[in-house]
Every structure is written in structure tokens, then in C-alpha cells.
């Protein structure tokens, strides 16, 4: 497994890493077990070449770190290219180059002879062997170049493979191959140079990991490709999804059986550096992966599970989701509450209020998909017959506009146990002026509700179903720097619908978070 996150991934839209950044996801990725890791292009930026400087005095236990770049130009001695030079100067056991495979490229783009070109790849791999590195030769545009003259993009690689490359890489470097002609070329490759042959694809029809595994089937047994599947256009090859499907699908040796666990987790880790938003319907790792919403589905999960699993989420280091939705029967509700921590099964009493309790909000425009908070909220007060930790006795909210100014303001009465306390907020909406108001009010009873912070508020307008007014449901996120949970409101009233969610937020902080 070679992993190009840190330089063909960082074309991608978007991603952008600092070599501090670089540096925590090499870590990473070393302790996961991935077996190369390509850190930038030297000749490119400073910040690659300073990542090379900061990587050379660290110790990696399984990856060994490579160094990208090109063979020497055109009319030059392989010794006098400074490009060719900062790769060595990047003191990386693995330097790993790329050249021209086909002649359109060759021709029209470096101007340069069919044989100028060999002898560029030639040279420059010997350079690098002579000088002690393990050789990865990237045949860019190797499929295209194929289709086009397979025997002189043979002879590229031949070349490659005679000036003693380790590996010589085909890459489908636009990304439109189909898996079948990456198997048959894979096998010509195979059959034609005598070194290991590696897979570097992308994904712009949508097959970049299809193709990887035709070529691996074909006797590829070096994967290219990105953490999450970043890189240009849509993407490079998602190792993400590759190494599953390489261990558990095709039954081959990669990373240690042990890392899988933690496959779902280095995904969801690079995205957190990237600042990117975990997508949460990708294969294996994403927060749908396992996720079960049908009733039917879900009892017969809960009785086999792997009735509807093609394998079990713990094996990546996901999560079985059972989702709650008007679909589904008690056997979603009893998982569901199990799954929040509640012993409930199909025999507690309180089972059919609480399913009934459910049905009512959702087809009142109560949505707990996003909201499990609020879910656990209601499944607690039904099964427990508490009093909240607080009560709102009233609010008043009233907006003015001075000048230039919008300002709004609000008051609310709470009641914690018999105290009650009556504090003013003001706020640059109705709701954040509400909110100040409430933990205001909360604050000297609750001392840690100081820590809450809203990350997300959402709001749609419901279609009316029953002709009178429009709805409105809003969804909050909050955390208290540790982790996150979903509330929901909804309400005529875009104020109350939003104080719902508050209040739960709050009220499920109080009572459910330890
Ligand atoms: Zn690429």
C-alpha cells in the first residue's frame, strides 16, 4: 500500500496541509501500517522540502517515505538536473519518479524523440539506484499510451525496469480506463517487464478502486492511492476503500489484520486535519456504512446480523446504526434505545408508550435521525417518570431597530427545583438572544453548562400537511468540546421550535451526559 495523501492528494480542491499537518498524518499513517508514504515533490515547493527535512530526523516503524518527482529534462546529464538533485537531497530511502509513456506526450508536450525519451527514464532511475534508492517508476498516462502504441510503451517501461526500477507503476492518469482494460494491459505489463508491477489510478468514471483491484487480480501487488480518495478532479484511488477489499474480499496479504480496526478512524482523522466534512456514505468507513432504517431490515439484523451485512462493522472500526424513522416497527426502537444505553427490550412495559410517543412527533415533523439526543431525551422520560433538572416558565423575545442596528432581546423566567431566577440577554437574533437569556439563567445552578457551545443550527420549513399553518423544524448540534449530540424542536413558531431544541440540548447534558 503507497500512499500519495500528502502529494496527489493535495491537488485536490481543497486540501490543503501544513508540514506540521503532514507531519501528524505520516505518523498516522506509519502507525497504521501503510507501507509507503509519498510526502510531496521537492521540486516543487519549499514546504515539501522542508516536510522531507522535519521526516528525515523522525523514525518510522513500518512506512518507508518517498520523495516525488520527474525524470531528468531533455539535453541534460542526469547529474547536472537540480530537480533530480533536491530528490536525493530529500535523503528518503524511496524516490519515486515519473515519464512519459506516451508518444502524443512525448511529442507534442516535451518535444522531445521517441528514444531521447527512454534514455531520460533509463538514466534517471539508474541515477537514483546508484545513489542507494528504492525505485518506484510512475509510467504516467500508461493505459492511454498503451491503447495508443503498446510497443513503445513497453519499451518505456522496459527501460525503467533495465535501469533497475523496484517497481514501474502503470497510472491511468486521466482516470478513464474501464476495469477490463486495466486487467489485460496490467497482464501485458506482467508478462513483458521483468520488475514488480504497480496500479496508480483515479476516479473520474467513478472506478478508480475497481480498476486498482482488476489490476491487483491481473498480479499487481502495489497499490497507489489517497487516504478518502483526495486528489484532483474527483479524486485519485480511496485506499480507504482499497484495503478492506484487498484483505477481507480478495483474501491478500497488506496491512497488519489488527490495523482494520482502526481503518474508520484514520479516515475520519484525515479529514479532521483537512477540515474537510466526513462523508457519511462512503464504503466501510462512513456513518451510513452500517446504518439500518427499513423495519424489516432491522428485525432481522437484530435476530442475524449479518442477514443484511456483508460484514461486520467492527471489523473497520464502524458502527451498526439502527435509524428511527415511521417505517419502522418496535425492533428499531429496541435497538435503538440499547444502542443509547437503555435496557429495554421487547417485553418492557413502557414500550408501547414509548412507540407510540414516537410515531405522534415524527408525524408531527420530529425527525430523530440527526436528533438522537432528543430521542434519548423522551425514551428517558417515559421509561423513568422524572422530573427535568429545570423548567421554563415563560419568555418574552421583542426585536427593535435603532438606527442602524438590529438588536433583540430577551427574558426568560426558569424554575430549578423551587427557585426561580428571571434574566435578560441580548443577542443579534431572537434565538441567540434567548439562548444567552437561558444560560444566563442556568449558569449559577449548572456550573458546567459553561462549556456548551452550538456548532450547528438548521432550519426547515415542513410542508403543511393538514392545511393550516407551515411548520418549521429546527435541529441544533452542540458540544461541550468532548462530543457532539443532535437536538430537535419544532413548532408553528420559529422562536419555540428553537427554544425546543435548546431546552434539549441543555436537559439531555444535564441528565444523560456523565
Ligand atoms: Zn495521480
Not at 49 to 65: S, T
Not at 411 to 430: C, I, L, M, Q, R
Amino acid at each position: 500500500m503507497y500512499d500519495t495523501t500528502l502529494r496527489d492528494g493535495t491537488q485536490g480542491e481543497g486540501v490543503n496541509f501544513s508540514v506540521a499537518d503532514k507531519l501528524r498524518i505520516a505518523d498516522k499513517l506509519d502507525a497504521f501500517g501503510i507501507h509507503f508514504i509519498e510526502g510531496g515533490w521537492p521540486g516543487s515547493n519549499p514546504r515539501d522540502i522542508e516536510f522531507f527535512h522535519q521526516a528525515a530526523k523522525r523514525k518510522y516503524k513500518n512506512a518507508k517515505i518517498a520523495a516525488f518527482g520527474s525524470t531528468r529534462r531533455k539535453k541534460i546529464a542526469v547529474e547536472d538536473d537540480p530537480q533530480v538533485r533536491l530528490l536525493l537531497e530529500a535523503k528518503t530511502p524511496v524516490v519515486t519518479i515519473f515519464g512519459k509513456t506516451w508518444l502524443l506526450h512525448v511529442k507534442e508536450v516535451i518535444k522531445t524523440s521517441a528514444k531521447e525519451n527512454v534514455e531520460m527514464i533509463r538514466d534517471t532511475v539508474r541515477f537514483l539506484k546508484d545513489n542507494g534508492r528504492y525505485v518506484v517508476y510512475d509510467a504516467e498516462h500508461a493505459f492511454d499510451g498503451f491503447k495508443d502504441d503498446s510497443d513503445y510503451a513497453m519499451s518505456t517501461w522496459q527501460a525503467a525496469a533495465e535501469g533497475g526500477a523496484d517497481v514501474v507503476t502503470l497510472c491511468d492518469t486521466n482516470g478513464g480506463c474501464m476495469p477490463s482494460e486495466v486487467a489485460r494491459i496490467t497482464e501485458a505489463a506482467m508478462a513483458g517487464v521483468d520488475t514488480r508491477i504497480g496500479i496508480h489510478t483515479h476516479d473520474d468514471t467513478g472506478v478508480g478502486v475497481a480498476n486498482a483491484l482488476a489490476a491487483i487480480e491481473a498480479g499487481s501487488d502495489h497499490v497507489q492511492g489517497t487516504v478518502n480518495g483526495y486528489g484532483e478532479r474527483t479524486g485519485n484511488c480511496n485506499l480507504i476503500t482499497t484495503i478492506p477489499n484487498v484483505v477481507l474480499k480478495l483474501g491478500r496479504r497488506s496491512v497488519p489484520k489488527t490495523s482494520l480496526r482502526k481503518l474508520t478512524e484514520l479516515s475520519q482523522f484525515v479529514d479532521e486535519i483537512a477540515n474537510i466534512r466526513h462523508n457519511q456514505r462512503q464504503p466501510w468507513v462512513g456513518a451510513t456504512a452500517f446504518a439500518h432504517k427499513g423495519g424489516m431490515h432491522v428485525n432481522a439484523v437484530q435476530k442475524v446480523a449479518h442477514s443484511f451485512e456483508h460484514e461486520r462493522p467492527d471489523t473497520v472500526g464502524n458502527n451498526r446504526r439502527i435509524l428511527v424513522s415511521d417505517l419502522a416497527g418496535r425492533s428499531n426502537i429496541v435497538m435503538k434505545a440499547q444502542e443509547l444505553g437503555f435496557k429495554l427490550t421487547n417485553d418492557t412495559p413502557e414500550l408501547k408508550a414509548i412507540l407510540t410517543k414516537i410515531k405522534e412527533l415524527e408525524h408531527e415533523g420530529y425527525e430523530y435521525e440527526a436528533a438522537e439526543a432528543s430521542l434519548a431525551l423522551l425514551i428517558r422520560k417515559l421509561l423513568k417518570h422524572e422530573e427535568p433538572p429545570f423548567k421554563i416558565e415563560g419568555y418574552h423575545a421583542s426585536m427593535r431597530h435603532d438606527g442602524n442596528f438590529a438588536i433583540c432581546q430577551a427574558n426568560v423566567k426558569v424554575k430549578v427545583e423551587d427557585e426561580f431566577s428571571h434574566t435578560v440577554a441580548e443577542g443579534d437574533g431572537p434565538v441567540n438572544a434567548l439562548d444567552g437569556a437561558l444560560r444566563a439563567a442556568l449558569a449559577s445552578h449548572f456550573k458546567k453548562i459553561k462549556k456548551l457551545e452550538l456548532t450547528d443550527y438548521k432550519v426547515r420549513i415542513l410542508d403543511s400537511a393538514s392545511g393550516t399553518e407551515a411548520k418549521t423544524r429546527v435541529l441544533i448540534e452542540t458540544t461541550d468540546g468532548k462530543s457532539q449530540w443532535g437536538t430537535v424542536g419544532v413548532s408553528e413558531n420559529i422562536v419555540e421550535a428553537s427554544l425546543q431544541a435548546l431546552t434539549d440540548s441543555i436537559e439531555y447534558y444535564l441528565m444523560l451526559k456523565k
